[in-house]
């Protein structure tokens, strides 16, 4: 079994900046692309940025420029670092890995951690 588990999330000012991090334990033999996502209240849950396992990267339109995926391969770890922040960035973030152990490739997702823009 593996568990994604993110961190980072917190309430700030527009134009500020926020680092979120995710890290995936378990039997993982290895982690081809890792993304995050978001999911704003009555809204559907939208790609943000993905990451491949040779870093190769693409954005969501809306934070191209802004937003940074990075990734450890190291550690399994992913990073969204996040500025400067909009009100309109507000959502519960997701991380997801698609992950290959010994006998399945599968994509698990993380529990979200929540990224309030507010004044």
């Known amino acids: 079994q593996v568990r994604l588990v993110e961190s980072g999330g917190d309430l700030v000012q527009p134009g500020g900046s926020l680092r979120l991090s995710c890290a995936a334990s378990?039997?993982?033999?290895?982690?081809?692309?890792m993304g995050w996502y978001r999911q704003a209240p009555g809204k559907q849950r939208e790609l943000v940025a993905v990451i491949t396992s040779r870093g190769s990267t693409n954005y969501a339109d809306s934070v191209k420029g802004r937003f940074t995926i990075s990734r450890d391969n190291a550690k399994n770890t992913v990073y969204l670092q996040m500025n400067p922040l909009k009100p309109e960035d507000t959502a519960v973030y997701y991380c997801?890995?698609?992950?290959?152990?010994?006998?399945?490739?599968?994509?698990?997702w993380g529990q979200g951690t929540q990224v309030t823009v507010s004044s």
């Open positions: 997801n890995a698609d992950v290959q152990d010994r006998y399945y490739r599968r994509i698990y």
């Open positions: 378990g039997s993982i033999f290895s982690i081809n692309d």
